[in-house]
């Protein structure tokens, strides 16, 4: 899991990723992580 701060940045990862075939890798944003502890 890579995680990342905005959105420019996420876009970039996310290209790279279908790009070498990195499927199992997971983007997510920053916000994403606070919001997932939050709900746990």
Do not use: R, T
């Not at 701060?5 to 997971?26: A, D, F, R, T, V």
Request: aromatic fraction near 10%.
């Amino acid at each position: 899991m890579i995680i990342i701060p905005c959105h420019s940045c996420h876009g970039q990862i996310s290209s790279l990723k279908k790009e070498y075939s990195m499927e199992n890798l997971q983007v997510k944003y920053l916000w994403e992580i606070f919001a997932d502890a939050l709900v746990i």
